[in-house]
């Protein structure tokens, strides 16, 4: 059974940093893709980053320049590096991973940027 864990979410003030991580387990095989993605009430869910095994990654254009996004392939491990956080970045951030089969998703981790 394929898990993904996420951290490294909190409560953080308007110009400051957090770096989520989240580690998937089990048996994944065959991975494409892994990235984040945020959901705020009343909002459809936003895609934020997306690391590819390519080697390419994709932002949104609200995080471009203030997010970075990388892998740990031998951990299966993907991290968020946010910086410059704004008060619209206060989401619920979901990570995933995409194979070609299958696409596996995170609980959520909290990230709210607060005065």
């Known amino acids: 059974q394929v898990q993904l864990v996420e951290s490294g979410g909190g409560l953080v003030q308007p110009g400051g940093s957090l770096k989520l991580s989240c580690a998937a387990s089990?048996?994944?095989?065959?991975?494409?893709?892994m990235g984040w993605y945020r959901k705020t009430p009343g909002k459809q869910r936003e895609l934020v980053a997306i690391?590819?095994?390519?080697?390419?990654?994709i932002y949104a254009d609200s995080v471009k320049g203030r997010f970075t996004i990388s892998r740990d392939n031998a951990k299966n491990t993907v991290y968020l590096q946010m910086n410059s956080l704004r008060f619209e970045d206060t989401a619920l951030y979901y990570c995933?991973?995409?194979?070609?089969?299958?696409?596996?998703w995170g609980q959520g981790t909290q990230v709210t940027v607060s005065s």
């Open positions: 995933y991973v995409r194979t070609q089969s299958d696409t596996y």
């Open positions: 690391a590819r095994t390519i080697g390419t990654t």
């Open positions: 089990g048996s994944i095989f065959g991975i494409s893709s």
